[in-house]
Each structure stands twice: as C-alpha cells, then as structure tokens.
C-alpha cells in the first residue's frame, strides 16, 4: 500500500512537472520568452529529455528509482501577427497535445512583457481537458548580450485539482560569440500539498551556428528534499521557416 502511494504521487508530479503551457517560443532554456515569434514565420522544434535518480520521500520512507524515463516531442510555434503567436507541442507518441498563446503587450528596449495562456488536453483514447492555466512573461534586456527571462504561471490541474499550483521559472544569458550561456531556476509551488513542490537548478548552453537554426543542451537537478526530486538533462533544435 505504501509503495503504491508512492508510485502514484510520483506519477503524479512527473506529468504536472511537465503540464505547463506548452507549444510557445523561448530565447534561453525552460523560461519562456517575452518576444514573440516574427509574423507569417514558423518555428519547428524536436527535442529529445532523458530523466534518471527520481527520489521519493514520504512519511520517512526513501526509495532510490534509478529507471531512466525519455521523451521525445514536437513544437510548432506560429507568429500569427504582429505582437501575437500560437502553437502546440506533443510528444512523438501523440498521447496528449499543449496548446498555448503568448500576446507582447509591452515592447520596449530594455523591458518586455507578454501574457500567455494555455490548455493541456489528453488526446490518447478520448478528448479531455488535464490542465488550463494562464500567466505573465517578462524579459529584461540589460545589454546586446545579456538578458534575463521571467515567467509566473497559474495552472489548474482539472483531473486532480488539489495538484494545482504555480509555477516560477527564470533564465539569465549571457552570449559569447554564437554561444549563450544560461543558468536558470525552475520552481513548482503545490500550495495544498507543499510536499509535491520543487525547485531546479538548471543550467545550459544555447549555440547558434546560422540563422535559422538554435541547439539547446539543458541540465536540471533539483535539490528541495521533498516527495520527489530528479535529475536529467535536454537537447532541442529550434528551427525557424520562412
């Protein structure tokens, strides 16, 4: 019985960990960006995660998983106008679909703001709505090179609404020539279950080798000593088409 309440918050917070708003652009790792893609333009983007070491800790029982989950998914992001874009992401087995919106509302030279929301449906054997939500990006621009990314985001969890809960990512860079190094923190507040809540440290690397093409490698760890901490890392090709 307690090994199968495990298993179940595990499974839990492994698919809320990833039921943010998906299938919108980001300038750095897993913080979304307060730019929007350009007009009439697309962006294409695989990507591939490999997790491993998730750690449970509940009522004084530790279990060490060492199973290695993989993903792999799809994004597709549209400037749909000027100040506007739409998108979606799934995974290649094509089990659930996030659909998400970001508006810029605020586009200044050194301080940029977007709003955006969001639904994650599951799509595997009927339609359903997992999770809906909405929040606000911004993106400091400091110099040519140097930025930060904010974004804070509501999301309720329809199928399990005490699992419902806020997210806070930010992601600083700093590019070098074609390299921008990153170093971000990601962080889940479950406010009704603060055992489920983390935070990840989470640096990485974007290259630039030609303009319409971005290779991101991403490491994440989590240290908060909750019901379930991870580490694993990412690799996404972002591809912008004409």
């Not at 809320?16 to 893609?37: E, W």
Request: hydrophobic share 45%; net charge negative.
């Amino acid at each position: 019985m307690k090994k199968a309440f495990i298993l179940v918050i595990t499974l839990l917070i492994f698919v809320f960990v990833r039921a943010q708003i998906g299938g919108l652009s980001a300038s750095k790792l897993n913080t979304l960006s307060a730019t929007v893609v350009d007009t009439c333009k697309l962006e294409f983007e695989p990507s591939l995660s490999i997790e491993q070491d998730i750690h449970v800790v509940h009522t004084n029982v530790f279990t060490h998983d060492t199973t290695i989950g993989r993903t792999f998914n799809f994004r597709f992001t549209y400037g749909a106008a000027r100040n506007l874009e739409i998108g979606f992401s799934t995974p290649v087995d094509l089990g659930d679909v996030s659909l998400g919106m970001k508006y810029n509302f605020l586009s200044g030279k050194k301080v940029l703001m977007s709003l955006i929301a969001g639904v994650n449906l599951a799509i595997d054997k009927q339609l359903a709505v997992n999770d809906f939500g909405a929040g606000l990006v911004t993106t400091l621009q400091y110099t040519q090179s140097a930025s930060s990314d904010f974004e804070l985001v509501y999301m309720h969890n329809q199928m399990e609404p005490a699992m419902s809960g806020v997210f806070f990512n930010m992601d600083h860079g700093l590019y070098i020539g074609k390299f921008q190094y990153i170093i971000g923190l990601n962080s889940m507040i479950i406010p009704s279950h603060m055992e489920a809540s983390q935070v990840w440290l989470t640096p990485g690397v974007t290259i630039e080798p030609a303009r319409q093409f971005l290779m991101v490698i991403t490491y994440n760890y989590s240290f908060l000593e909750t019901d379930f901490r991870s580490q694993g890392i990412s690799f996404a090709l972002t591809i912008t088409l004409d």
